[in-house]
């Protein structure tokens, strides 16, 4: 399995509240993405990074920011949460042109 | 706006019976992606189908992609039940920089 870990692993947060999520590699892939999965939805992009301080928005980027300062890791910041944003986030990395690995997975609940 | 569909949506099936799962997109394409989804569980790759006409099987499933009709099968022959899961297909339109759109994905009940 690729190495990808996400932390944490289940998050319960009040409306309002700023919350970031880890994702740490350790196989040292330029590209690193953020989705989200909701029923019914599949899984959506929110943003996308191709290199140590290169990031980009998804098709679902509102209310969401990023940082990549380091190739392994890759932050995904709510900065003020709300109820639409109880999701499950999914890490995924890709050396580029090829299939993307997924990490474990994030479940946040906003109350 | 790339859209991919996947049909159907849900499918309940026996043991020992064929089925297709169908991924349609809207927009030129030559890299497909086929994921299983156990539940809770992350997203497992498949296959990977990166030029028209290519094939790729995997015990018990086979994907195919076909770029001009815009269109890859997922086929399962002799379904048993381990092969229960949710089957994504994910489309790729710019060498794989930019993400992957998904479909909303296939949840597949096989019963004994």
């Known amino acids: 399995d690729a190495g990808i870990t996400q932390s944490p692993r289940h998050k319960v947060t009040e409306t309002g509240t700023p919350v970031t999520l880890r994702c740490h590699q350790t196989e040292n892939h330029r590209y690193m993405y953020w989705y989200r999965q909701d029923p019914g939805h599949g899984l959506r992009l929110i943003h996308y990074?191709?290199?140590?301080?290169?990031?980009d928005k998804g098709e679902v980027s509102d209310g969401y920011s990023v940082s990549r300062s380091k190739t392994e890791d890759f932050l995904l910041t709510l900065e003020s949460a709300t109820s639409s944003q109880t999701s499950v986030y999914f890490c995924?990395?890709?050396?580029?042109?090829?299939?993307?690995?997924f990490g474990p997975g994030t479940r946040l609940t906003v109350l | 706006e790339l859209k991919v569909e996947q049909n159907p949506l849900f499918l309940s099936m026996q043991e020992g019976k064929n089925y297709t799962i169908y991924c349609n997109y809207s927009t030129t394409s030559d890299r497909l992606y086929w994921y299983r989804q156990d539940p809770g569980k992350s997203l497992e790759s498949l296959f990977v189908?990166?030029?028209?006409?290519a094939v790729k099987q995997e015990g018990r499933l086979m994907a195919s992609l076909d770029t001009k009709a815009r269109l890859s099968t997922l086929h399962i022959t002799a379904a048993v039940h381990d092969l229960s899961a949710t089957y994504f297909c994910?489309?790729?339109?710019?060498?794989?920089?930019?993400?992957?759109?998904f479909g909303k994905g296939t949840h597949l009940i096989i019963q004994p």
């Open positions: 189908l990166l030029s028209n006409g």
């Open positions: 990074s191709y290199g140590v301080k290169d990031t």
């Open positions: 995924a990395i890709s050396s580029g042109g090829n299939e993307q690995f």
């Open positions: 994910a489309v790729d339109i710019k060498g794989g920089a930019d993400g992957l759109t």
